[in-house]
């Protein structure tokens, strides 16, 4: 079982995709940005192999208007295909497992002639996309069903029709989900036996919209396995939690470890990987890692703690000596109850003098290197916090710049700048 997560990388080196208007989209232009995008993707390959993370959804927009071939009509996989040679190989090397996820405006069953060719240019472009890498037919495109447009059984045979015209490179990379609000998983299971499909299970789009037929998890996924061959490489589900307070369906900020378990422990027999959907991304992966290692090590809550620490103690100071304190028997695993106490630091509200405290420890790395007058600006930003607190974030941008500018390994490694 692996453990992935979409798109964005926190917490790590820079690793940002760029893109332009379509106003702006000249071939310079776009070369630019595809080239920039490729040593990201790549980066961020790097960084999942050197935190052991498996499986990882690659961006859909990392080639900029790559389905709007009127824009953009680049030859960019042979332009950029040492790029595409490398990565691929990386990945192959460090067995991730990749996918990507065309966003709301794919729509296989529109009326609309003309929202199905978009869909169908769009799938064709993830598909080469993924080709270009040399990745094998285990790395999949994964799409919602689309509409119903007031005639649901209607809206699944235009899916079905659409579906047969799809050129086989397509097809066999293909997956279809169940989502919040029109198909649920009984739809995509009957629309997969018609066309052959791999069905993936979302959990939170369950519990959204289940026509009342309320099974476990564990049941519905083991339904969708059913769908999947041995060429798709280990059948997936999408796994996210409801943010509290949040609008319904809305993903949280991180995956709650207690919750989690739970599920955990209804679904570990079904043998499958899960991609999380998350808003905190690789930093939730990273937990879920933890939390299931079948080699644990207090070495590795130490190094998280590490990461952790200055965040909490913004917040809590009460709860940062208690972390310190689990964390003495370094005989013990204690990783449901560290996450615990990590999640219970990050709701509560920000202090001013507790965030004054923790950036003065973090400034502590930073003293003995700035020049002078980078200490004064410093001192300023201190300052003006006491009657404008929420000019903390700038004090903390400012802390960051100069942690890259000095390469303060522990600073830059820290959590603290992503909160």
Known sequence: MD???????????????KTCRKKNATKEKLMSLIEHNLKTLEAMIEFNHQQKIKLFRISSDIIPFGSDFKVNDLDWPALFESYFTNIGEKIRQYNIRVSMHPGQYTVLNSPRQEVVERAIDDLKYHTLFL??????????????????????????????????????????????????????????????????????????????????DIRSDAYWINKAKQTWDKKDGRPKVHYSQQQINGREGSHSEYIRIDEFMRYYDNIKSCNVDIMLEVKDKNLSAKKIQLALSENPKIKDLEEEWARYKYTVLERSPVIYEEIRELLKDKTSYPVIEFYEFIEAALEQDIEINKAINSLDHVWGYLNDR??????QRYQSYKSALKDQPDKLSNAKRFLSKLAVKYQIDYLNRSLYFEY
Do not use: W
């Open 3 to 17: 453990i992935g997560y979409a798109c964005i990388t926190k917490g790590g080196p820079e690793l940002k995709y």
């Open 131 to 212: 080709d270009s890498l040399g990745v094998g037919q285990e790395s999949k495109i994964i799409l919602h069903v689309g509409g119903v447009y007031n005639n649901k059984l209607k809206a699944m045979d235009r899916f079905i029709d659409v579906y047969k015209q799809l050129d086989e490179s397509i097809k066999k990379r293909l997956i279809i989900e169940n989502d919040d609000v029109s198909y649920t998983i009984k739809d995509v299971l009957a629309l997969s036996s018609r066309i052959g499909a791999p069905v993936v299970y979302d959990n939170l789009h369950y519990h959204l919209n289940n026509d009342g």
């Open 370 to 375: 700035a020049t002078s007058k980078e200490s």
